[in-house]
């Protein structure tokens, strides 16, 4: 059974440019989760998306960011016009089911670079 | 500040025990958890406890919850080289994670 996938592992982008980040989640988890970590800091949550509903964003940046989880496919987070600022690891986590205490299992990451 | 609180740096000898401590915040938080990064690395879930629990212990690793002063301890039995990363505790409030800033554990020879 494999784990939480991300990839690329590692972006470079010039500052204006896009990113994009993929994420599939363990096979049958439902939940996926993004969660960034800045340079010497924990990690931050930013969204949790279940399969084409994104139910809740507060910890996201209100402007340039977005995620999705479409019904086929990896979730995607799209960073837009990305700034220095930006330059972080930004991770996925999935569960199996309804939220709660259920453990959620870590992907190995992308680490963006914004040059 | 962060609302879960760790040590930064923690230096052992191999074969000595390390004590990790926590401080969080939110007593509502059924699960506390211990996540390890290795360098480049993503988090690795190494162990959690309950709430109404006291201790876990599970191989190397005993982990002491003491709910009334919020205080959370992860010990390392017979410290490894492979042990060196870094250490999160997490609490968990509804589907969200809350880290602490991470302790990052150096063995020594």
């Known amino acids: 059974n494999a784990g939480v996938m991300q990839n690329p592992r590692h972006l470079v982008r010039r500052r204006g440019q896009e990113a994009r980040l993929r994420c599939s989640p363990m096979k049958g988890h439902s939940h996926v989760y993004w969660y960034r970590q800045l340079p010497e800091e924990g990690l931050k949550f930013m969204v949790y998306l279940q399969k084409e509903n994104i139910i809740d964003e507060s910890g996201m940046p209100k402007e340039r960011f977005s995620a999705e989880f479409p019904k086929e496919g990896p979730s995607i987070l799209r960073i837009q016009q990305v700034v220095r600022g930006d330059s972080a690891a930004y991770f996925c986590?999935?569960?199996?089911?309804?939220?709660?205490?259920?453990?959620?299992?870590f992907g190995p990451g992308t680490r963006l670079l914004v040059l | 500040g962060e609302d879960v609180e760790q040590s930064l740096f923690l230096s052992v000898r191999e074969g000595d025990s390390s004590v990790i401590n926590c401080t969080y915040t939110d007593s509502s938080s059924t699960y506390l958890y211990w996540y390890k990064q290795e360098p480049g690395a993503g988090l690795q879930l190494l162990t959690y406890?309950?709430?109404?629990?006291d201790m876990k212990q599970d191989q190397r690793l005993t982990v002491l919850l003491n709910k009334k002063d919020k205080h959370l301890s992860l010990r390392i039995a017979d410290t490894q080289t492979g042990d060196s990363a870094i250490y999160f505790c997490?609490?968990?409030?509804?589907?969200?994670?809350?880290f602490g800033a991470g302790t990052t554990v150096t063995v020594r020879a």
């Open positions: 986590a999935s569960s199996p089911t309804s939220p709660g205490q259920e453990t959620q299992y």
């Open positions: 406890i309950f709430s109404n629990m």
């Open positions: 997490a609490e968990i409030s509804d589907y969200k994670l809350s």
